[in-house]
């Protein structure tokens, strides 16, 4: 599987990003499929993952900013990011895993769990 991110830049705090993910290769395999961010000098983080089945789970620091979707063949993951702040600033990953089955086992969103992953883009938010 081959993911590739698209859509991070440079937004004012309180802003709006919307991030992509193009994923390609056997899309027959239920995923389990997730954004991560790593922010300098920090270690990388989930920040929202969906099942097969559509059911989401957010890092508590962004509910009710960001929201997680996907279409109905797995070949596109989002990220819509509103009301984001500087603390946002990071590089954000797109990652998927099809050890369960489409299922997301951990709801802590672990970066152990992923093995495969996109190179990222860079968000940056500025106050």
């Known amino acids: 599987v081959r993911l590739v991110e698209s859509g991070g830049g440079s937004v004012q705090a309180g802003g709006s990003l919307g991030l992509s993910c193009a994923v390609s290769?056997?899309?027959?395999?239920?995923?389990?499929m997730a954004w991560f961010r790593q922010a300098p000098g920090k270690e990388r983080e989930g920040v929202a993952q969906?099942?097969?089945?559509?059911?989401?789970t957010y890092r508590d620091s962004i509910k009710g900013r960001f929201t997680i979707s996907k279409d109905n063949v797995n070949s596109w993951l989002y990220l819509q990011m509103n009301r984001l702040q500087p603390e946002d600033t990071a590089k954000y990953y797109c990652?998927?895993?099809?050890?369960?089955?489409?299922?997301?086992?951990?709801?802590?969103?672990?970066?152990?769990?992923?093995?495969?992953w996109g190179q990222g883009v860079l968000v940056t938010v500025s106050s």
């Open positions: 990652a998927v895993d099809s050890a369960y089955g489409g299922d997301c086992p951990s709801p802590a969103i672990p970066v152990s769990l992923f093995g495969q």
């Open positions: 969906i099942d097969s089945s559509g059911t989401t």
């Open positions: 290769g056997d899309l027959s395999i239920p995923y389990c």
